[in-house]
Nanobody, 125 residues
Framework: VQLQASGGGLVQAGGSLRLSCAGS????????MGWFRQAPGKEREFVAA????????YFADSVKGRFTISRDNAKNTVYLQMSSLKPEDTAVYYC???????????????????WGKGTLVTVSS
């Protein structure tokens, strides 16, 4: 089982990027999926999550109104569309899956079933 994140890169402040996370080895259509990030010298933090159906989405306050999350269960993939990027968005972004959205939203992040390896997003000022 593998989660492969992609789409990171270098972008200027105010720009946009779209991250993708494709699952393989099993289907994740019944799982909540989400994105987390870890900036240099900081702890990993929650960014966004989406329920198995896509009907519910959740965002950290720091990205509300700028990021959107979506999923394509037929492709076993979750996306993170990032707009109006700021230098403080610079981080390694990780995708994760969990059986329930409540687990995905727990502060300790210890209940995830699988983590991806991360993709680096660098926002220059």
């Amino acid at each position: 089982v593998q989660l492969q994140a992609s789409g990171g890169g270098l972008v200027q402040a105010g720009g946009s990027l779209r991250l993708s996370c494709a699952g393989s080895g099993r289907t994740f259509s019944s799982y909540a999926m989400g994105w987390f990030r870890q900036a240099p010298g900081k702890e990993r933090e929650f960014v966004a999550a989406i329920s198995w159906s896509g009907g519910s989405t959740y965002f950290a306050d720091s990205v509300k109104g700028r990021f959107t999350i979506s999923r394509d269960n037929a492709k076993n993939t979750v996306y993170l569309q990032m707009s109006s990027l700021k230098p403080e968005d610079t981080a390694v972004y990780y995708c994760a899956v969990a059986m329930g959205i409540a687990t995905m939203l727990q502060p300790d992040m210890g209940g995830m079933d699988y983590w991806g390896k991360g993709t680096l997003v660098t926002v220059s000022s």
